[in-house]
């Protein structure tokens, strides 16, 4: 990852992970442990799925956590984590720091993967790097609704 791919600001970061299809990485640096977790809006609702990288292929391999409505994280009944694994606890600890600050705290490094939160795309434009939202997305007034 490059340093262009992390991102601070909270307004940002929120805006990233409620465009409808982001996937990002949130790192420790007090520990070094890191979860990579995918944040995607479900049709014709304000809900959007978690799912958390559970496996090798970086693609494909994400085991359902939660779900973020109405600015707050809960496990539903189809999560096969508890609010005890390290995972929950990560994403909570984050959004709730996310949802708070103007940002992010300096413990706590937030990357996202080179692709557009809302449509997938690689990002090029230097600006959308930074953003994690791409120029057409931008261009067509995109705006991220509140988790």
Request: some cysteine.
């Amino acid at each position: 990852m490059t340093e262009e791919t992390r991102m601070i600001d909270c307004d940002q970061i929120l805006q990233f992970i409620t465009a409808g299809n982001a996937y990002f990485t949130l790192r420790s640096q007090k520990t070094g442990t890191r979860y990579t977790f995918r944040i995607k809006k479900a049709k014709d609702s304000d809900t959007f799925f978690v799912s958390c990288l559970y496996g090798s292929d970086n693609t494909g391999d994400y085991a359902y956590l939660g779900i973020i409505k109405n600015c707050e994280f809960r496990i539903t009944a189809k999560s096969r984590f508890t609010l005890d694994s390290p995972q929950v606890k990560a994403i909570v600890w984050s959004f709730a720091h996310i949802m708070n600050a103007d940002r992010i705290p300096d413990v706590l490094e937030f990357w996202h993967e080179g692709r557009c939160g809302r449509c997938g795309r690689l990002l090029t434009v230097p600006e959308s790097i930074a953003s994690g939202i791409g120029p057409e997305c931008a261009k067509r007034g995109f705006k991220a609704e509140a988790a």
